[in-house]
């Protein structure tokens, strides 16, 4: 089953939209129209396309944080910390290259700000003896000490979803 799609929420859609001089939906309209075009072009077929606009879309998330909070892996905390509204992404000082993200992109200082997160955290024992357990799970296996070291790194609470925009 193969899904492609668009990511139609966060800054820099707001951004990108304002720059055009558009409301933020006609916006992203647009840039679906580009993308499933861009499928069609490079002969890619794909069993669903879902833009995060979409109802259906939308019906899915809220379900899935419902039972998310209601088993407690969700809650409201505070960061603060580097923020790349190209990434849609939180680095920590010691990720920065040259004042930017590893990806290249600008970063802006975030002093505290309110934002859901998911347990993450909860979860490293867990995955790590599910790897165990499976160990053909990881594909390709090459990446397999990749994948368990970085979780035995220690995994962090994750941001879901930021309040001040």
Do not use: M
């Amino acid at each position: 089953f193969f899904l492609s799609g668009t990511d139609e929420h966060g800054q820099k859609v707001e951004q990108s939209a304002a720059k055009k001089g558009v409301p933020p939906q006609q916006f992203v309209d647009e840039v679906s129209v580009n993308f499933r075009e861009l499928l069609d072009l490079l002969n890619i077929s794909n069993d669903a396309f879902i833009r995060t606009t979409d109802d259906a879309h939308k019906a899915a998330v809220q379900h899935f944080w419902k039972v998310l909070t209601e088993k407690g892996y969700i809650y409201k905390g505070t960061y603060s910390g580097w923020y790349s509204v190209r990434d849609e992404c939180f680095y920590n000082e010691s990720e920065l290259i040259d004042g930017k993200a590893p990806t290249g992109a600008e970063v802006e200082w975030v002093a505290k700000e309110e934002s859901y997160f998911f347990k993450l955290s909860e979860f490293e024992d867990k995955l790590l003896e599910w790897y165990e357990s499976n160990p053909n799970c990881i594909a390709p296996s090459s990446r397999r000490n990749e994948v368990l070291s970085f979780v035995k790194g220690g995994l962090k609470d994750l941001s879901l979803s930021r309040t001040s925009f």
